[in-house]
């Protein structure tokens, strides 16, 4: 939710890998001030947020879990098109 609010250019990922799931993220810019820059008002903002009470299942539909086979399908796909 904070990087949806303050960084809405990355995009994160949620691979279903052994044993324990992946999470990427895509689109960093080391230069990219923006999340220090407000980390006390972003505390301020989200430090309400419980997951107990936000719901897993709720967390999960924002984020869904990738399948494995067919992300690296389609990633390999989008290279292929684009070498061309």
Do not use: T
Not at 41 to 51: G, H, T, Y
Request: aromatic residues 8%; proline residues 7%; hydrophobic residues 40%.
């Amino acid at each position: 939710m904070i990087l949806r609010k303050y960084r809405p250019v990355l995009r994160l990922l949620h691979i279903d890998c052994a044993p324990d799931g992946l999470a990427a993220c895509v689109g960093l810019n080391p230069d990219s001030s923006v999340l220090p820059a407000r980390v006390d008002a972003i505390r301020r903002a989200f430090s309400f947020l419980r997951l107990s009470e936000y719901r897993l299942e709720q967390l999960w539909s924002l984020h869904p879990v990738l399948d494995p086979d067919s992300f690296c399908r389609d990633q390999l796909g989008q290279l292929s098109a684009s070498s061309r």
